[in-house]
């Protein structure tokens, strides 16, 4: 039988092939450094010279500060643009006429909160007891033009006379089709 023979360190001498591409790469490498460098050189150069021909001319910079400025007060009159063009998108004429046709002897409307984003309408009233609070808000829901009527929130007036009820309620629109 013969003799096996390991040798665990061995030298290897590196392949020529293997070697030409090591070098040509770190070649490569080299000048792409040299041309980074010379343009960067000549950017600088070039920004020197502009510098120079404004402070000849009188030319001042753009400010760029005043321009963000302007251009957030700009989208801030969009926003609100957009938000009036979609209050005056909802249809008006069917909540007041829905709202009329929930009103009570008994009870007073005070306010209408529209949240076009969510179809929503608050609508803060006054009651003379919670069983014509209950009745508005079940005529409020009986209305073709609104529904998912809820009741937010209520309170007794103590400072007035004759204690009425003072209630917010929570009703979508339907969408004009």
């Not at 020529?16 to 000549?42: I, K, R, T």
């Not at 600088?44 to 007060?73: C, F, M, V």
Request: proline residues 4%.
């Amino acid at each position: 039988m013969r003799a096996i023979k390991l040798d665990y360190v061995t030298t290897r001498t590196p392949s020529v092939p293997g070697l030409a591409v090591f070098v040509l790469a770190v070649l490569l490498l080299v000048m792409a450094w040299q041309y980074y460098s010379a343009m960067h050189e000549q950017r600088l150069k070039t920004d020197k010279l502009i510098q120079q021909l404004r402070k000849q001319s009188g030319i001042q910079p753009l400010n760029t500060g005043a321009q963000k400025k302007s251009s957030a007060e700009v989208l801030a009159k969009m926003q609100a643009a957009r938000q009036l063009a979609n209050d005056l998108q909802m249809p008006w004429d069917a909540v007041f006429n829905a709202l009329e046709t929930a009103a009570l002897e008994d009870s007073a409307l005070l306010a209408i909160e529209p949240d076009t984003k969510k179809h929503q309408l608050k609508i803060t009233a006054e009651a003379k007891n919670k069983d014509v609070m209950f009745d508005y808000m079940q005529r409020v829901e009986n209305t073709p033009e609104l529904f998912d009527v809820y009741l937010l929130k209520h309170e007794i007036q103590e400072e007035v006379d004759q204690h009425p009820l003072r209630f917010v309620l929570v009703a979508k629109w339907k969408a004009a089709s």
